[in-house]
């Protein structure tokens, strides 16, 4: 097997922002917090950290401050996909200038490519760089799905560990984890099929829920790697209509709201995304009620 960058949840963070940019001190406090309720690896600059609508500075900010904050005390992914190969190269060796402990690199989006085209892009950022890869499959946001067989190219890669698997497919991720073995580590991609993903051979979660719960998310993956079946199972149960309520809008209009109702100052997302509509917070005011993590 080949070395993993982390077993158990990895929250995909939020980024808060202001109007002058990146809202650092905020942004420590999120990490600190995450870093406190025993998160096992962060990713900066994914999807749910909005890293679309940042600048490549910015970006390159985050990354470093990410790095310099843990400061080695938890694994450190960056997110540098794109549908630019050349972009994703340059910032994956910068994520690894900097000390990034991994890279997440997401497919091609917009301009999409062939299988074969997702192999080449994919080994061309990975020779680029020496830490360890995870690919990101997620077909509803970029309209390119990873196909088990490129999955058993891609991993022949000696540091391409693991992949992302958001397509909600559990007969395809079934079939990854058969094909590739040891040789690719799954994650789950959806926070509401942690436990099928598991089931199936794979190592943790790369979570937007964990953003609010971090301690659940890695006690619910903890439980089941410990034979702790029934915990587990009553926790997955117990966060499904969380996790429904933080996807009633597009990711991550609903998480940043919920992290301003827990009490940080997460901002709210950057245009084209616009703050959660008030059937969305009705919503996510009685889900996170009921959970017991929001009190009018």
Known sequence: MKDLLFTGCGTAIITPFDETGINFEEFKKIIEFQISEGIDAIIVCGTTGEASTMTTQEKKAAIKFMVDTVSGRIPVIAGTGGNCTATSIEMSKYAESVGADGL???TP????TTQEGLIKHFEAIAKSVSIPIILYSVPSRTGMNINPSTCLELSKIENIVAIKEASGNISQIAEISNLCGKSLSIYSGNDDQILPVLSV?????ISVLSNIIPKDVHNMIDYFIHGKTKEAITLQMNTLNLTAALFSEVNPIPIKEAMN???FNAGIPRLPLVPLSTAGKEKLKKAM???GIYHN
């Open 104 to 106: 997440l690199l997401v």
């Open 109 to 112: 989006y917009y301009n999409k």
């Open 201 to 205: 051979g794979g190592v943790g979660v």
């Open 261 to 263: 109702m827990i009490g």
């Open 289 to 291: 009620t009921e959970y």
